[in-house]
């Protein structure tokens, strides 16, 4: 009879270890699926950002207009020191 509750505690146990594995096994695989998942996302975000920097060239027409327009000022400027 003592080997019977002990054979049957033994299973219990066991059973009750085995779900609980189970249990952390597809934790962790939900975790790795969700990781490559946001993995993928971070890298979408990253060629999307990659793709909207300004380009040299277009930097460069804007800087030249800026400094034009800063002479143009600088002209002004200078025009109303001389007829004061």
Same mark, same amino acid.
């Given at each position: 009879? $003592? &080997?019977?509750?002990?054979?049957?505690?033994?299973?219990?146990?066991?059973?009750?270890? =085995?779900?609980?594995?189970?249990?952390?096994? &597809?934790?962790?695989? $939900?975790?790795?699926? #969700? $990781?490559?998942? !946001? #993995? %993928? +996302?971070?890298?979408?975000?990253?060629? !999307?950002?990659? =793709? &909207?920097?300004?380009? /040299? *060239? *277009?930097?460069?027409?804007?800087?030249?207009?800026?400094? /034009? @327009?800063? *002479? /143009?000022?600088?002209? @002004?400027? $200078? =025009? +109303?020191?001389? @007829? %004061?």
């Amino acid at each position: 009879m $003592d &080997q019977t509750i002990i054979n049957w505690l033994l299973g219990l146990f066991g059973m009750v270890i =085995g779900i609980l594995m189970r249990s952390l096994w &597809q934790a962790v695989r $939900d975790l790795q699926t #969700a $990781d490559n998942s !946001l #993995a %993928e +996302k971070v890298s979408a975000v990253e060629v !999307l950002v990659a =793709g &909207q920097y300004v380009k /040299r *060239d *277009d930097f460069n027409r804007f800087s030249e207009a800026m400094f /034009r @327009k800063l *002479d /143009r000022i600088e002209d @002004k400027l $200078d =025009g +109303k020191m001389d @007829k %004061e």
